[in-house]
Each structure stands twice: as structure tokens, then as C-alpha cells.
């Protein structure tokens, strides 16, 4: 069994997606949650989901090799960022050295970049006049959604969309394509 680290900094619905995605399958893997905020729901599905938890502050991710011991005890073979805000320092890079993955919910390399998240993204795709968005699977290296680029999935952006209504597409395409390419990763 593989053991899967999701680092989520909000609501965790692909951590929980990822999850679900497991439940059943021939390959299975072994999943725990981390956060950097308490007040996140992902902590609450962590909670429904009988996934191992762990909540961490600035200090500890940025000043100290503590994640980094904490993962390598659990015998963590891959890396998940799932909505998580926050610049993965060099100690855990070099840690994990191809072994960790995000999805930024746009067609990178546009609309990337720190502040570049969530619902910023979908309005300044619908202000732009763009015709597609999509959503792009990388590594992560020491700079925010420069990583080597993975998988990538178009939609289109129909003149009449709204933010909201691109978020709904994007979010269609995370639930489906993440997992899978979290499941190829851990296959090879």
C-alpha cells in the first residue's frame, strides 16, 4: 500500500475526492491529510473519512525539517497539494524530489503565479475574453506553477459563462483527472 500525503489549505474536496477515488480499487493507498490552518473543513473531512490529520504551522514548515521527518517516517512516497496556498519550501523539494504534484485550476503557464488561486482565477478568465481554461497537474519546484507540467484538460468558456459557472467546469474536471493521475504516479 502507498502512502499519499494531501497537503489542503481550505476545504478539502479533492483530498476527500481523492480518497473516495481509492475506496475498493485493487490499488490502494494509505492517505494523511496536513494543514495549515485550523479553521480548514478539510480537517472535518479527515474526520468522516477516518483520515490521519495533521495540523502545522509556519514555523514548523518553514523553519524546521519536522514535516519533512514526519513524512519520511510514514514512508510517503508521493506528495499531493490539493488547494493548498502556501510555497513548498526547498527542504521538502529536495526531500521529495519529483515526488510532488499540485493542480492549479487554469491552462498554465496563464493564470499562474502567486495571488493565483481559486476564484481570482475564474474571474480574470471570464474578464479576459477567454474561449478555453482548463486545469493543469504539475511538479512542484521552488517557485509557484513553474513546475514541469504533467497532464493538462481543456473546457471551453462560452460568452455567456460567469466565474461561478467556469468554476463548475473546472471543478468537474479536477474530480475526474486528479486521482487518476495521482493512481498513474504511484503505478510506475
Not at 85 to 100: C, R, S, T, Y
Not at 112 to 118: A, Q, V
Amino acid at each position: 500500500m502507498s502512502s499519499v500525503a494531501v497537503f489542503a489549505s481550505g476545504s478539502g474536496s479533492n483530498a476527500e475526492n481523492i480518497v473516495k477515488y481509492f475506496e475498493g480499487r485493487l490499488f490502494s493507498a494509505d492517505f494523511h491529510f496536513l494543514t495549515n490552518n485550523k479553521k480548514a473543513f478539510v480537517i472535518e473531512r479527515a474526520r468522516k473519512l477516518n483520515v490521519k490529520c495533521t495540523l502545522f504551522n509556519r514555523e514548523e514548515f518553514y523553519n524546521s525539517d519536522a514535516i519533512v521527518e514526519k513524512l519520511q517516517d510514514e514512508g510517503c512516497e508521493l506528495i499531493v497539494l490539493a488547494g493548498f496556498l502556501w510555497l513548498v519550501p526547498e527542504n521538502i523539494i529536495n526531500a521529495f524530489k519529483g515526488k510532488i504534484i499540485n493542480i492549479h485550476p487554469a491552462l498554465l503557464p496563464k493564470y499562474g503565479g502567486k495571488g493565483m488561486y481559486g476564484s481570482k482565477i475564474h474571474e480574470a478568465v471570464v474578464a479576459n475574453g477567454e474561449t478555453e481554461t482548463g486545469i493543469t497537474i504539475h511538479y512542484v519546484d521552488e517557485n509557484y506553477d513553474e513546475g514541469k507540467i504533467i497532464h493538462q484538460v481543456k473546457c471551453d468558456v462560452l460568452p455567456t459563462d460567469t466565474a461561478a459557472d467556469v468554476e463548475s467546469k473546472i471543478h468537474a474536471l479536477e474530480y475526474k483527472h486528479y486521482p487518476e493521475v495521482v493512481e498513474k504516479l504511484l503505478n510506475i
